[in-house]
T-cell receptor, first 113, second 117 residues
């Protein structure tokens, strides 16, 4: 079945270090979305990438969508303690009328002050 | 952004009883809502896709007679966990996407932490 692999599962960094999480889909995606879930909270939408090779930035966060629209990455520059949480990618496939999202397993980020 | 309200946020019930969880889109209409289950420190597991006015589509391995879904209006979907058992204890989250905007982000409810004792 359709899968989105996300690595690493966990990442522990010192404050100020960079962080990257990668997602790879078994099928071509129509778009990919990124979410952040704080401990005890619910997923919150960060961004959506639609175009092949697209790169978007949000302050210290850089999101990339691969040329083949099968892989994506989220890079955080100079992490802060407020970046702690689990980052999920979710790929959209055109599955009939529902167009459900296929979720990665998430990368849990811990930041040491 | 759009608001999705999920209620209750926490519930403790006795084994064998049923629990209903509500998911409401407050400021937009949602033809489709998604119900997820999440175990501690794990990803979201899609249980079913709820379609307004029609039967829900369940993912493989999810018992539709145990997890009853009703999507009676464009702003409300409910998930009822019937005859709950301790192994049903989990974090249940709904999400909704706006009517006519299937290529946009999903908005999540706050989640319901169910504990079956």
């Amino acid at each position: 079945g359709q899968q989105v692999m996300q690595i690493p599962q966990y990442q522990h960094v010192q404050e100020g270090e960079d962080f990257t999480t990668y997602c790879n889909s078994s099928t071509t995606l129509s778009n990919i979305q990124w979410y952040k879930q704080r401990p005890g909270g619910h997923p919150v939408f960060l961004i959506q990438l639609v175009k092949s090779g697209e790169v978007k930035k949000q302050k210290r966060l850089t999101f990339q969508f691969g040329e083949a629209k099968k892989n994506s990455s989220l890079h955080i520059t100079a992490t802060q303690t407020t970046d702690v949480g689990t980052y999920f990618c979710a790929g959209q496939v055109n599955a009939g009328n529902n167009r459900k999202l296929i979720w990665g397993l998430g990368t849990s980020l811990a930041v040491n002050p | 952004g759009a608001v999705v309200s999920q209620h209750p946020s926490r519930v403790i019930c006795k084994s064998g009883t049923s629990v209903k969880i509500e998911c409401r889109s407050l400021d937009f209409q949602a033809t489709t809502m998604f119900w997820y289950r999440q175990f501690p420190k794990q990803s979201l597991m899609l249980m079913a896709t709820s379609n307004e006015g029609s039967k829900a589509t369940y993912e493989q391995g999810v018992e539709k007679d145990k997890f009853l879904i009703n999507h009676a209006s464009l702003t409300l979907s409910t998930l009822t966990v019937t005859s709950a058992h301790p192994e049903d204890s989990s974090f249940y989250i709904c999400s909704a996407r706006a009517l006519g905007r299937m290529n946009t982000e999903a908005f999540f409810g706050q989640g319901t932490r169910l504990t079956v004792v």
